[in-house]
């Protein structure tokens, strides 16, 4: 694989033999900066490279406007120390028709050269170098763009596609991308493929962004890759798509320490059909690394050989997770139909000492796509630092050997999880899948394994602990376990994924929170759980006076759940005048 190195920094390009004299003279005479001013360029304006506008903006000491008004090929400007307090920002926006036309439409073309990114914003002498770039293609560079040191790059509807070496480079700088800016088709023409970043590399920088970031192409983070420290934020509604890593990470490729953060607030942010060896959606790899997700679909990535969605190794930790933002009844945080091509382990997530949380959230739909007799692991999870934390869940309709495999002294928690129509082979109809404990430890609680074989231990001194589950076959259940029960759970509509529950369900107010380890968890659609059902015994089956129902599902009264909140059934209303809103 290609070393990585840094973008080498380029000097402040010399003034011009005129342009020297006039900043000496002004210096000279302690004469102010000449102030902010509009600069177009095109055929028959003053200037007819942007290079020569930024020349004269950089001599400014207000905000610049530097607006293209025709397709520009062979530019490569360096925006080096436009600090707001000295020299002022500059904005370079295309669109524009005429050198005199004040109002901006579609994109300009600025066509580079495969030597050097297109852009270059960086510092020499100030702390920081603030650029907007607007209404523009960025295309045929070494990148589009490069953004360095205390360089500080703002894209609003932009299209950055075609460039050889990626999209943009961000070392120690910072890049911000609106919702109308593309980041397509880059790393594919050159002599190599890029070893990391496709899309957006980022080396100890920052990173904002929204937009669309898709079929990219490099060895490592086809879409995205986040080394040496760079922070990321995602924003509603960002999409990686159909990115393709030679290596790993299709869409995501982050190592320790980058932390990578997203909420999608209702407006999912979306993984999507991104192709790799190992994590076709997103590969997190060292210590201190961090992905935390909400809101996030990670769904039809494909991996070679493991982690179809997710594969973490040697320390992360990733948490995918409903937002607040969601909906009540919405899809918006979705683990779905990522498949391997080979055999392997993980078609949905790959955990190799490392942590991975899964909370309210949906797991369907995934499989391997070559033909065999038994389907990969669905959740796998290896080695004495393995954890996999699983809550409020939605398991169904996924193509899997084992739904979970913790093996090699690795640990899995589960609680309030509704499996159902998880098959053993290729098809659906061949034997149910089951969990698979080896050498390792799992604990379960609250949940409904339906259509389900049971579970198996082998290996050195497997743990299994389980309590308050309603199961369809108690293979492999263990003395000791509380409160198992084989009754149907009643599914609304398990063959068409609502694994929600009927009032009628002996899965209502099952259980209690005694021995559960997240207590006060809301369920999967983000409603109240302890509702005290009052046409259904509370109980019967389960703990005697339950009032949690199992599953990812808490039946709702229609009314708010402190009605309920204290033995109504009961007659018991000593203590109702504590519970009135």
Known sequence: MSTRTRIATPRRPRLAGAVVAAVATLLAAGAPALRAENFAVGPGCTYTTIASAVLAAWLTSG?????ITADLTNQSPILDDFKPSVRGKVTIRGGYTSCDDTSASGRSVVDGVTSQPVFRVQTSSQSESR????????????RGAAVTGGGHLTLNNVLVTDNEGGGVA????TLVTNGSTTIEVNGWSGPIVPPTGGGIDCFGGNLDLAGRVENNHAELGAGLAMLSGCLGELRPGFVLYANNATSNGGGIYLSGPSVLIGNGNGNAISIHSNLATRGGGLYATGAGAVVALQDSQVLDNIAELAGGGVYALTGPQISLLRGVGCPTGSRCNTLEGNSLTNEGEGSAVYAWNAFVQLRQQRVDDHQAVFQSTNQPSLLYVRG???????????IWNNRATELIWAVDGASVIGGYLSTARNSYGATVGSASSYVLVTSASASFYSSIFWDHQGFFLGGSSPALANDCLIVSSTTGVPIGSSFISTANPQFLDADGGNLHLPSSSPAVDYCDEFAYPWPGAPDFDGQTRNVDYPTNPNGSPGVGGGRY????????????SWIFSDDFESGN?????????
């Open 63 to 67: 905000d610049d406007v530097i607006k």
């Open 131 to 142: 650029v907007i770039l607007e209404n523009l293609e960025i295309r045929g560079g070494a």
């Open 170 to 173: 961000v070392t120690d700088g």
């Open 384 to 394: 004495n630092d393995g954890e996999l934390w699983l809550e409020n869940l939605a």
């Open 549 to 560: 129902d199992i599953g990812f599902d808490e039946v709702q009264t229609g009314a708010p």
């Open 573 to 581: 209303v000593s203590n109702w005048s504590s519970h009135h809103p």
